[in-house]
């Protein structure tokens, strides 16, 4: 059974920063795609960030500011966010395709989640 557990996150400052970790088990992910996303209250989760045998892709609201990476020998994924931002307050999740392609769905696998709060 695959799982993803994320970690990391809790209350930062506005201008600060936090890396969020989420580790698998289950199956070994190499370079298949992997990905974060979030979601804040009152709102619809949202694409972060993602890496994957194509390189990473990130959304226009954290490029710049955020960094994907991921350790292939841990079978990790991190992502280190800096320049925090009260509207970067949400739950993270971090997400695993389970068959080909490269664009994560509902259908694939899922953490439970982080969340990270920024104070301004």
């Known amino acids: 059974q695959v799982r993803l557990v994320e970690s990391g996150g809790g209350l930062v400052q506005a201008g600060g920063s936090l890396t969020l970790s989420c580790v698998a088990s289950?199956?070994?992910?190499?370079?298949?795609?992997m990905g974060w996303f979030r979601q804040a209250p009152g709102k619809e989760r949202e694409f972060v960030g993602s890496?994957?045998?194509?390189?990473?892709l990130y959304a226009d609201s954290v490029k710049g500011r955020f960094t994907i990476s991921r350790d292939h020998a841990k079978n990790m994924v991190f992502l280190q966010m800096s320049s925090l931002k009260p509207e970067d307050t949400a739950r993270y999740f971090c997400?695993?395709?389970?068959?080909?392609?490269?664009?994560?769905?509902?259908?694939?696998?899922w953490g439970q989640g982080t969340q990270v709060t920024v104070s301004s």
């Open positions: 289950g199956h070994t992910f190499g370079d298949e795609p």
């Open positions: 890496i994957s045998w194509f390189g990473t």
């Open positions: 997400a695993a395709k389970s068959s080909g392609g490269i664009t994560i769905t509902d259908d694939d696998y």
